[in-house]
C-alpha cells in the first residue's frame, strides 16, 4: 500500500457571523491556539515607556558628507554600522529635534515585513535622527529598558504581532497594539538578572567590532596604496571607440585602479580561487530539517546567520544535485538582486559550520569563492570587502537584474602583494583576530538570546 503524502493548507472555514470581514480576513488572527492568551497584569508597554514615531525624511535632505545620521528600517540589525548611516545636514538636529534618538533608546519598526524588529541603542551613540516606519520606546527607567528590550525579543511578543498586527498590503503597529501588549510584574532582582546579561551581550559586542577593526586597520596598513580611492573622479571622458555603449556606459567599468594598469602588479582571482554558483531546490524539495541551504539573507556582512531556518533546508536525496558544499573558510557573497548596489555590499567568510547540519549547499543566488593556498581567504575577505573590492564586484555585475557570474568574478583584478601579505606573519594575525571577532558576535548573540528565555521562563511562571 503506497502512502499519500497529504498536504496541509494554510486555510479554514467559519460561518460569516464570526468573521468582520471588513476589519479582519486573515487566518492567524482567528487561529484558537493562538488567540488563547493570558493577561499577566494591567501593566501595557505604555507603562513602562513612551513612544517617539519617526520622520518621513527625503532621499534629496541626504548629503555624501552631512553631519547628522539618520536611522533607517534598514538600519537595525544585530550589529549597527554607525558609519554607514544616511547622513544629512547639521541643520536638522535643531529642526528635526523631536525625532532624536538617545542612548538606551529601543528601536522597533512598525511598518513593513520586518515589523517588529527591535534594536536596543548602546550607551554612547553618536548624533541620529529617527526616520519614519520606525518609532522610539523610551522607557522611564533604566532597569525596565533591558527587561522591555528582552521582552520584545521574546516569542510571544512574535505571535502577537503574527495575530494582531494590521493586515493589509504592508501590515503595521500602531498605538492601540502596544496598548494591548500587557507585560508581566517582575521583582527588581528579575530586572537586575537581565539587565546583567544584556550588558554581557554589550561587552561582547564591543569586543568582536574592536577586533574586527584591528584587523582592517593592519590590512589597510600593509596595502593602503591600494585602497586608497579619496581621489577618485566617479566621470570619465574617453573616445566612443573606448566605450561599448551597448554593453555598459557606467564610469567606474571604465575606471582602473593603478596597479591594473602594469599586468606586473596584478593577477586575477580565478588564478587563485575557484569560483562556483549555488543551485535552488524545487518548491517541494524542501523539508524540516536534513541538509542546509543557505539563503542570501544568510549573509550579513558580519557573521554569518545560521538561525534563520524558514525553507532552510532540503532533501538528502537530492544532495547529489550538488556539485559543492560550503567548507571552512568559504567566502560567501550574494549574486543576483533588485538593485545592483546590493551585490557585494555583504561578504561573509564560514569560519565555523553548526554541528547540527550535515552538509550546508548554497542557492542560485549565492557565489562561493574557495582559496586555494597561495591566498589566505581571510586577508582575500578583507579585500574584497573594502571599497575597492566592492567596486571591482560592481563592474563585473551585468544583467538589467543585475546578476554576478562566476566567469566574470574570476576576472577581478586583485593586487599581487595580497599573495606576500597572505605569507606574512600579519596574515595569521588577521585571520586570528576575524575568527576570534566573530566567535564573539556568536557568543553576543546567545547572551541576547539568555535574556530572552529568561523573561519568557518568567512569563511562563506568572501565568
Not at 98 to 109: A, E, G, H, Q
Not at 157 to 179: C, Q, S, V, W
Amino acid at each position: 500500500m503506497v502512502k499519500e503524502n497529504v498536504k496541509t493548507n494554510n486555510c479554514f472555514i467559519l460561518w460569516n457571523y464570526q468573521i468582520d470581514f471588513t476589519k479582519r480576513g486573515d487566518t492567524s488572527f482567528y487561529d484558537p491556539e493562538k488567540q488563547n492568551t493570558s493577561k499577566y497584569s494591567n501593566n501595557n508597554v505604555f507603562d513602562f515607556a513612551d513612544y517617539i514615531k519617526g520622520f518621513a525624511f527625503k532621499s534629496t535632505d541626504y548629503l555624501p558628507n552631512g553631519e547628522i545620521g539618520i536611522f533607517r528600517v534598514s538600519d537595525i540589525d544585530d550589529v549597527i554600522d554607525f558609519n554607514g548611516l544616511a547622513m544629512v545636514d547639521n541643520g536638522f538636529w535643531d529642526k528635526y529635534s523631536n525625532f532624536r534618538i538617545k542612548p538606551l533608546d529601543i528601536v522597533i519598526t512598525v511598518t513593513g515585513n520586518t515589523v517588529g524588529k527591535c534594536f536596543l541603542m548602546p550607551r554612547v551613540i553618536p548624533k541620529i535622527l529617527m526616520n519614519q516606519n520606525a518609532m522610539i520606546l523610551r522607557t522611564k527607567n533604566e532597569l525596565n529598558v533591558y527587561f522591555l528590550y528582552a521582552f520584545l525579543k521574546t516569542n510571544l511578543f512574535k505571535e502577537k504581532i503574527e495575530i494582531m498586527a494590521h493586515a493589509g498590503t504592508r501590515p503595521f503597529l500602531d498605538l492601540n497594539f502596544f496598548r494591548n501588549i500587557t507585560l508581566p510584574e517582575l521583582k527588581s532582582s528579575e530586572k537586575e538578572k537581565v539587565k546583567e546579561i544584556i550588558e554581557i551581550y554589550w561587552s561582547l559586542l564591543e569586543k568582536s567590532k574592536d577586533n574586527y577593526q584591528k584587523t582592517v586597520d593592519i590590512f589597510n596598513k600593509e596595502l593602503n596604496k591600494y585602497l586608497d580611492i579619496s581621489k577618485k573622479e566617479k566621470s570619465f571622458v574617453k573616445w566612443n571607440n573606448e566605450i561599448n555603449i551597448l554593453d555598459r556606459i557606467d564610469p567606474f567599468f571604465y575606471f582602473e585602479n593603478e596597479y591594473e594598469k602594469n599586468p606586473n602588479e596584478f593577477i586575477l582571482l580565478g588564478d587563485v580561487a575557484d569560483v562556483l554558483i549555488g543551485k535552488t531546490p524545487a518548491f517541494d524539495d524542501y523539508v524540516e530539517s536534513g541538509n542546509r541551504i543557505m539563503k542570501f539573507r544568510a549573509i550579513r556582512g558580519n557573521g554569518i546567520d545560521w538561525e534563520n531556518e524558514e525553507r532552510g533546508f532540503v532533501k538528502e536525496e537530492i544532495s547529489n544535485k550538488y556539485k559543492n558544499s560550503l567548507e571552512q573558510d568559504n567566502i560567501v557573497l550574494g549574486c543576483a538582486a533588485h538593485q545592483a548596489s546590493y551585490i557585494g555590499s555583504k561578504i561573509d567568510i564560514v569560519d565555523y559550520i553548526p554541528d547540527e547540519f550535515k552538509k550546508v549547499f548554497t542557492v542560485a543566488e549565492i557565489i562561493t569563492i574557495k582559496a586555494k593556498t597561495d591566498i589566505n581567504p581571510y586577508v582575500l575577505l578583507l579585500f574584497m570587502r573594502s571599497q575597492v573590492g566592492y567596486e571591482l564586484i560592481q563592474r563585473q555585475v551585468k544583467g538589467q537584474t543585475s546578476h554576478l557570474y562566476p566567469k566574470d568574478v574570476k576576472k577581478i583584478k586583485i593586487p599581487k602583494d595580497l599573495l606576500k601579505l597572505s605569507k606574512s606573519d600579519k596574515s595569521k594575525e588577521i585571520e586570528k583576530l576575524i575568527k576570534l571577532s566573530l566567535k564573539e558576535k556568536r557568543e553576543s548573540k546567545e547572551k541576547l538570546e539568555e535574556a530572552k528565555q529568561f523573561v519568557e521562563g518568567l512569563i511562563e511562571k506568572s501565568k
